[in-house]
């Protein structure tokens, strides 16, 4: 009975780690990345993409990595300021501000 339970118990195991190769990771963060989570893209743009800083409320920000670009978005009533972002050195692809006076 022993040997059954370790035999089920090393293929439940095998069954899982091949699983791993299963799942679908769709984009890689490399150790060397500059812009590694959707925090670090949020605040890369809030203060580096022109020279106004939006507020800082997170339910108005949106990062998300598509490739090696970070996809930067943030809107609140009629302002809006979006960017792309290089994952790897942190640089600008675009930056596009449009803050309209309350």
Known sequence: MRALARI???ACAALALSGCDLVWWPDDIKPND???TPEDAIARTMHGCGSVVPDTDSDHWDAHLE???WHVHWSHRQSEVSALIEKGDGTFDDC???IVPE
């Open 8 to 10: 089920f118990l090393l």
């Open 96 to 98: 596009d501000v449009s």
């Open 34 to 36: 500059v812009v590694k």
């Open 67 to 69: 490739g090696d670009l």
